[in-house]
């Protein structure tokens, strides 16, 4: 049976009526959301308005994943290099506490994982083990770690179009191809009964096509039978490749 995972990444107290908005059309949908947070950004002043809604979603069925701590530069970041992609297994075990604790600190606890970029060291993934987190989703898949199992299944969104706002008559055509290709993929992978997994970030919603696209790749799934899960989807039974 196909299976749906919706995920959104990168919001903050800015972007955060736009995220509300998106959920409340996955609400009417039956879909939950994946939430993405990272921790780094609350500073301990006061619980910013998006730790209070994040707080607020829990009993609609979503998930808190942990998507790394603090993605600032620094000495686990060199130039475009992801927070947690070459970390060894002691210094990702030290990010790893101080997010839990940051979380905890607000009243959040997850025991899920999605690295920055989509990309995990071998060393985080040992520390990821080491502290009882259960699973991790990397670019390709999604990874029990209190036991076997994984799941083959490749991230659908909008990063490769770039962050700038098309101007020109074949960036718009870019734009408008990759939205129809989000759906045509969502669409191919739900009828082969595997997991769609697609991802909106916050910067994506500024767009009203990509919004547009989103819902119509979601609707798609749901047409072809998917059942909308989040990332605690069981991965002990192997599915078919996406």
């Not at 994506?204 to 072809?224: F, T």
Request: charged content about 25%; glycine content about 10%.
């Amino acid at each position: 049976m196909a299976r749906l995972i919706v995920s959104l990444s990168g919001l903050t107290d800015d972007s955060l009526p736009r995220g509300a908005a998106f959920a409340a059309a996955l609400d009417a949908r039956g879909v939950p959301l994946s939430q993405l947070y990272r921790p780094g950004a609350w500073t301990g002043q006061a619980d910013p308005p998006l730790v209070d809604w994040l707080r607020g979603r829990r009993g609609r069925g979503d998930a808190i994943v942990l998507h790394g701590f603090d993605h600032s530069a620094g000495p686990a970041r060199v130039g475009r290099r992801a927070e947690f992609a070459a970390l060894p297994r002691h210094e990702a075990g030290l990010r790893l506490r101080a997010a839990r604790r940051t979380l905890g600190a607000v009243g959040l606890r997850t025991d899920l994982f999605v690295p920055p970029r989509w990309i995990a060291s071998t060393g985080t993934v040992d520390a990821l083990r080491e502290q009882g987190f259960t699973m991790y989703a990397d670019e390709n898949g999604v990874h029990r770690l209190d036991g076997p199992g994984s799941v083959r299944a490749r991230v659908l969104g909008f990063r490769a179009s770039g962050d700038r706002r098309p101007v020109a008559d074949d960036a718009r055509a870019a734009e408008a191809w990759r939205c129809r290709l989000l759906v045509a993929e969502t669409v191919r992978v739900a009828r082969r009964d595997g997991v769609v997994r697609i991802n909106v970030r916050a910067k994506d919603l500024r767009r009203s096509a990509r919004v547009d696209a989103a819902l119509a790749a979601i609707d798609a799934a749901l047409a072809a039978g998917a059942t909308p899960v989040t990332y605690r989807l069981p991965t002990t039974t192997p599915a078919r490749a996406a």
